[in-house]
């Protein structure tokens, strides 16, 4: 039993069933690869992973992480005084392109929503653009396939779609497995965020005696309710 941690004030406990197997980020997402070389994009709150995978296996040599282009930076550059930088992250991400009113009022008062969403899209499109920059001089050029995942996977679709083509995928078989199995996360964006989880509980799933088969959310956070 793992013990004495934390998520969002609550204390969380989980028992080891069989071992710990520890895998790099993207190596859930990278099992859907059949052409190669591939690339892994993770897109999180604080950074951007780029995982190469060659032969379904994912070269640490050639992968690089964007350490602070995560979703936090189109944020820093907004100029208005968020209360909590990761809830805004969050809101902005559930407005997407269409700004949609309803995430954005849960991080910014009636009196101010205009200006703020007045100057996101321009923030975006300078974040976009040094996003692209940085990736530009690595595998993702060569790549056969890309796979674009992570909490903010989403948001970035538009420009992903725009740069890549054909050549990416968001994820569709798994996104379409954990629905299967979790009708409630139907339309969550934790649906991007646990798909490289989701991918990697795929590997490891028949040495497990149980896997998750309901989720229930804790405070913002995930566990496990019952197994089948």
Known sequence: MLYGFG??????GCTLCEGVHISPEGYGISRMATRFPSVVLMF???????????????????SRVLTGWGM???????????VDELWAAAAICAAGEALLDKPLLKVVPPCD?????????????????????????TSLQLADQVFAAGGNAAFWRPELKKA???????????LNEMKAQFPELERS?????????????????????????????????????RHA
């Not at 936090?72 to 968020?82: A, C, D, E, P, W």
């Not at 890549?164 to 798994?174: D, T, V």
Request: with cysteine.
């Open 44 to 62: 999180g709150h604080r950074d951007v992973t780029l995982a190469h995978v060659t032969d379904q296996s994912i070269s640490i040599a050639d």
């Open 189 to 225: 964006p934790l649906l991007y965020r646990l798909a490289d989880c989701w991918g990697f509980l795929g590997t490891i799933a028949p040495e497990l005696q149980s896997v998750p088969s309901q989720l229930t959310v804790v405070s913002g956070g995930i566990k496990n309710e």
């Open 72 to 82: 936090l930076r189109l944020v820093k550059r907004i100029s208005y005084t968020f």
């Open 164 to 174: 890549l083509g054909r050549r990416l995928s968001m994820g569709g078989e798994l």
């Open 113 to 137: 929503l205009e200006r703020v969403k007045a100057e996101i899209p321009e923030v975006r499109a300078l974040v976009w653009a040094q996003i692209w920059d940085e990736l530009s001089g």
């Open 7 to 12: 998520h969002n004030g609550k204390q969380l």
